[in-house]
């Protein structure tokens, strides 16, 4: 199996807006990866499939696929590798998500070992590495260690120029910080600067709904119920178009009828 090529008609569906064959799409490339003992492709099919199962909320299929990951990982004698680190971020992010804090810290810190002895200082790698960590110290409520991550996180990806992306992603979560701990100026700048980023490269990028909902939250807590209405409606709008009418989708509808509620009073 040509694994790139998977990965690219994948990506194509997301862009088409063809969410619900997605998870179909990966289940039969699994399968046809497995029947001719293409491990090393399947691997990689697991991985964007336990993405999936997180940001559809579908939590017993991604602990299935969980086992099935780390059962491949022994097969292969991957251990320490870095293929296993990039698997157990992925596993560490799935257990966060799902509120499994003591499961999640445990994968974290196989991974932060995993990278240390493997990548350079500034690999890519560890700058998602850190942005991911700092996503388990917000939800663990250790807000400075976050941004500190978060930090170090942005300190890379500013050396990487192809990394617009990853750069306005960065941002993003630290706008999303300095908000939990109400330094508004502080996560208002950040915000910008991911949204300009966004602007300039592609604004339809399905991270873009992070951001906008971070301004949405931003502008709701400091009063500002118009802006924060067009930017909580950007994010749902950027929810559907990539991932369909979720869970997050109708949280984000809630909070909209919440803002509107909020003008009248």
Same mark, same amino acid.
């Given at each position: 199996?040509?694994?790139?090529?998977?990965?690219?008609?994948?990506?194509?569906?997301?862009?088409?807006?063809?969410?619900?064959?997605?998870?179909?799409?990966?289940?039969?490339?699994?399968?046809?990866?497995?029947?001719?003992?293409?491990?090393?492709?399947?691997?990689?099919?697991?991985?964007?499939?336990?993405?999936?199962?997180?940001?559809?909320? !579908?939590?017993?299929?991604?602990?299935?696929?969980?086992?099935?990951?780390?059962?491949?990982?022994?097969?292969?004698?991957?251990?320490?590798?870095?293929?296993?680190?990039?698997?157990?971020? &992925?596993?560490?992010?799935?257990?966060?998500?799902?509120?499994?804090?003591?499961?999640?810290?445990?994968?974290?810190?196989?991974?932060?070992?995993?990278?240390?002895?493997?990548?350079?200082?500034?690999?890519?790698?560890?700058?998602?590495?850190?942005?991911?960590?700092?996503?388990?110290? !917000?939800?663990?409520?250790?807000?400075?260690?976050?941004?500190?991550?978060?930090?170090?996180?942005?300190?890379?990806?500013?050396?990487?120029?192809?990394? @617009?992306?990853?750069?306005?992603?960065?941002?993003? &979560?630290?706008? !999303?910080?300095?908000?939990?701990?109400?330094?508004?100026?502080?996560?208002?700048?950040?915000?910008?600067?991911?949204?300009?980023?966004?602007?300039?490269?592609?604004?339809?990028?399905?991270?873009?709904?992070?951001?906008?909902?971070?301004?949405?939250? @931003?502008?709701?807590?400091?009063?500002?119920?118009?802006?924060?209405?067009?930017?909580?409606?950007?994010?749902?709008?950027?929810?559907?178009?990539?991932?369909?009418?979720?869970?997050?989708?109708? !949280?984000?509808?809630?909070?909209?009828?919440?803002?509107?509620?909020?003008?009248?009073?």
């Amino acid at each position: 199996m040509d694994i790139n090529s998977t990965l690219n008609e994948l990506d194509k569906l997301y862009e088409q807006g063809r969410f619900p064959e997605a998870e179909p799409f990966l289940l039969e490339k699994y399968d046809e990866a497995k029947k001719t003992d293409d491990n090393n492709a399947a691997l990689a099919l697991l991985n964007e499939l336990v993405g999936l199962y997180r940001v559809t909320t !579908q939590n017993e299929k991604a602990l299935d696929v969980i086992d099935k990951i780390k059962a491949l990982i022994k097969k292969l004698g991957l251990s320490g590798s870095i293929a296993e680190g990039t698997s157990l971020l &992925n596993v560490a992010t799935v257990y966060r998500a799902m509120g499994k804090l003591e499961d999640s810290e445990k994968e974290y810190l196989a991974v932060e070992k995993i990278y240390m002895n493997a990548l350079p200082e500034n690999d890519y790698r560890m700058a998602g590495f850190y942005n991911n960590l700092s996503l388990f110290y !917000q939800e663990s409520n250790k807000w400075e260690k976050a941004i500190e991550c978060l930090k170090k996180a942005l300190k890379i990806i500013e050396t990487i120029p192809e990394a @617009l992306i990853e750069l306005a992603v960065t941002h993003t &979560n630290l706008g !999303q910080a300095y908000c939990h701990i109400e330094e508004w100026k502080e996560a208002e700048k950040e915000l910008l600067c991911a949204e300009e980023i966004f602007t300039k490269t592609d604004i339809n990028d399905p991270h873009y709904g992070g951001c906008a909902n971070a301004f949405g939250y @931003l502008y709701f807590k400091t009063g500002n119920y118009d802006k924060a209405k067009i930017y909580y409606e950007k994010a749902m709008d950027c929810v559907y178009k990539t991932y369909g009418e979720t869970e997050i989708y109708h !949280q984000i509808k809630q909070t909209i009828e919440l803002v509107e509620k909020m003008k009248k009073n």
